[in-house]
């Protein structure tokens, strides 16, 4: 049964800070793993996609990447109110499924 | 760039009525699409899987005969809710991808339509 892991939260988060978010994987031989962010009602918005071990920075948001761990992270810098979300990992498996995690609700405190 | 649409965003009909869902890539050709379905306060449920002139996967427990995929055109994937029922009633979303391989297998996702069913 391949899984993916979060922690359900919520996290809060005050303004400005770093938020972190976690994910972990089941199947090892995942290659293509992407972090969601679904506000309240809305349908997902991609924020980053990684495919190699290593750090990958757009804007605010850095996504780690550790294969040998199987575990995915999402840094937020600078997090805002309109941060506030949940967000979602997910990694896709043979058949160009996405497996999802439950979801990390974030809460970002003015 | 990577927008995806669908239409409409939001329908009521009565029950043993069915309703067309588009899902377009406006930006973008579509090698796959999925139809997903999401109830309150829970997770993305993948119901099928579209490729362009194939005939879709559907998921297990997922009614091939009630929810009809087709997949016309590299931008356009439409899903009909034959003889809808309350039950049905639900947050259907759609998203596409370019191709399977990395870099091309993001999935973008469309804005939703929010059935519900008298």
């Known amino acids: 049964q391949k899984e993916v892991e979060q922690n359900s939260g919520p996290l809060s988060v005050p303004e400005g800070a770093i938020a972190s978010l976690n994910c972990t994987y089941s199947d090892r031989v995942s290659q293509s793993f992407f972090w969601y962010r679904q506000y309240s009602g809305k349908s997902p918005e991609l924020i980053m996609s990684i495919y190699s071990n290593g750090d990958k920075e757009d804007g605010r948001f850095t996504a780690q990447l550790n294969k040998a761990s199987q575990y995915v992270s999402l840094l937020i810098r600078d997090s805002q109110p309109s941060d506030s979300a949940t967000y979602l990992c997910a990694v896709m498996d043979s058949n160009y499924q996405l497996i999802w995690g439950a979801g990390t609700k974030l809460i970002i405190k003015p | 760039g990577a927008v995806v649409s669908q239409h409409p965003s939001r329908v009521i009909c009565k029950s043993g009525t069915s309703v067309k869902i588009e899902c377009r890539s406006l930006?973008?050709?579509?090698?796959?699409m999925f139809w997903y379905r999401q109830f309150p306060k829970q997770s993305l449920m993948l119901m099928a899987t579209s490729n362009e002139g194939s005939k879709a996967t559907y998921e297990q427990g997922v009614e091939k005969d009630k929810f009809l995929i087709n997949h016309a055109s590299l931008t356009l994937s439409t899903l009909t809710v034959t003889s809808a029922h309350p039950e049905d009633s639900s947050f259907y979303i759609c998203?596409?991808?370019?191709?399977?391989?990395?870099?091309?297998?993001?999935?973008?996702f469309g804005p939703g339509t929010r059935l519900t069913v008298l």
């Open positions: 998203s596409a991808m370019r191709g399977p391989q990395p870099a091309y297998n993001e999935q973008f």
């Open positions: 930006d973008f050709q579509a090698t796959t």
